[in-house]
């Protein structure tokens, strides 16, 4: 059987560590694949103008699956400032290559697990009757669509008379916005799509058939937002009654969820929703489980491309640290998607089960583990670098 080949894209920062620890620690489990090392992040965008290039899209086209780790974002004049001079004053303009790879190969289904360990000093606690601590399992999914809504980057400022004058045409746009002075405005669109959303909500209640969930959340705002957010909730309503009538449905406004995933966060199995509210309760779940460094994604096109990666940034202030601290289990996690993705459940399987050893038996912490301010000199505190967590995992897996 010929040997898969993954394209690695370390990108930068923290990225390029977390991703080599998960590499071995790949290796040390018996998975069998050959790594293609795609170029992206701010060293292409400096030197080049693109932080994304057409080969490693190519790259990406070819092989169908793609390994990530992090990659830094700055707003635009500060990218502009730091473009190569023989680049600058050119018309290069940078944009995340993140959303742009999400947008090139229409990577709208994006998954990120939110799953806690026993014994993980981070873990969500709260005070139960007679003031005791109870410490709930949190098992969320959530489903984010990865595409549309305000990240999709349709927006102006100063925006073009053609634009001004459509916005115009709606009463509420004219009524509070009309004598506003046209470059002092600035404008972006939330857009869904019936067909992308009807998408997402199929793939989350499918996951929660296939995986035993109770229940499907949608985390909108269909009171406020009632167009999109309204779509999303009309839409979930004609799917579960049709197809899916043995899974709960429910309805959460997004700042409500926020709240109560602090009173009940075991209540919920898995969540959809758009973009920016997907993004902002993923990362409200990960809170409860120990923040990004536990936290995991996987995102998936419909005519089979796949990227999996951690949901934390490059975080540059630890990359030049002279020894990495920083954590790797999202990355690792992220490397077991990949394997359920590919069918090698009993790899992922042992993986997670030495991740959880490691972590329930307390002797191996990295420093946010620790509750330790990230400085480097934790490492002399008794806090474990970025590569000794791997070797404990992979002590586990032998």
């Known amino acids: ?51 994304l290039p057409k080969r490693t899209l190519d790259l990406i086209e070819k092989h169908k699956i793609a390994l990530f780790g992090a990659i830094t974002s700055k707003p635009n004049e500060e990218a502009k400032a730091e473009l190569s001079p023989d680049l600058q004053g050119k018309g290069f303009t940078y944009s995340s290559p ?49 595409t549309e809504c305000l990240y999709a980057g349709v927006e102006w400022t100063n925006p073009p008379k053609q634009v001004y004058e459509a916005f115009m045409t709606h009463p509420k746009f004219a009524a509070n916005f009309g004598k506003v002075p046209v470059e002092e405005i600035s404008l972006s669109t939330r857009i869904f799509t019936r067909r992308a959303t009807l998408r997402i909500l199929e793939a989350a209640f499918e996951y929660a058939l296939k995986y035993g969930y109770k229940s499907v959340t949608v985390c909108e705002k269909p009171n406020v937002i009632r167009e999109t957010s309204g779509l999303m909730w009309k839409l979930a309503k004609e799917i579960q009654k049709n197809s899916y009538p043995g899974i709960k449905l429910l309805n959460t406004n997004i700042d409500a969820q926020m709240m109560w995933l602090t009173k009940n966060p075991e209540d919920y199995g898995v969540i959809v929703a758009g973009n920016m509210f997907g993004d902002i309760a993923s990362d409200g779940f990960a809170g409860l489980i120990g923040g990004l460094g536990f936290a995991c994604s996987a995102q998936f096109s419909s ?39 590919l069918g090698e459940d009993n790899i992922s399987s042992r993986i997670r089960k030495a991740v959880s050893d490691v ?40």
Request: aromatic share 8%.
């Open 98 to 146: 993140i959303v742009g790879l999400r947008q090139h190969f229409n990577l709208d289904i994006c998954v990120r697990p939110c799953k806690s360990y026993k014994g993980n000093p981070l873990n969500f606690v709260r005070r139960g009757k007679d003031n005791t601590l109870d410490e709930p399992l949190v098992d969320v999914v959530i489903f984010r669509q990865n």
């Open 1 to 51: 059987m010929a040997v898969r080949t993954i394209v690695a894209l370390p990108g930068d920062g923290i990225g390029v560590v977390v991703l080599n620890e998960a590499l071995r620690v790949l290796n040390a489990a018996g998975f069998e694949a050959e790594y293609e090392f795609g170029d992206i992040g701010w060293e292409f965008w400096c030197k080049e103008g693109n932080p």
């Open 303 to 341: 005519d089979g491309i796949a990227v999996f990666e951690p949901t934390h940034g490059s975080a540059p202030k630890y990359a030049d640290f002279e020894v990495s601290i920083v954590n790797p289990i999202a990355m690792v996690e992220s490397a077991c998607m990949m394997l359920d993705y």
């Open 359 to 398: 972590i329930e038996e307390g002797k191996v912490m990295t420093y946010d583990m620790m509750k330790m301010s990230g400085h480097p000199d934790v490492i002399n505190k008794g806090a474990a670098s970025t590569t000794q967590m791997a070797d404990a995992i992979i002590e586990k897996l032998n």
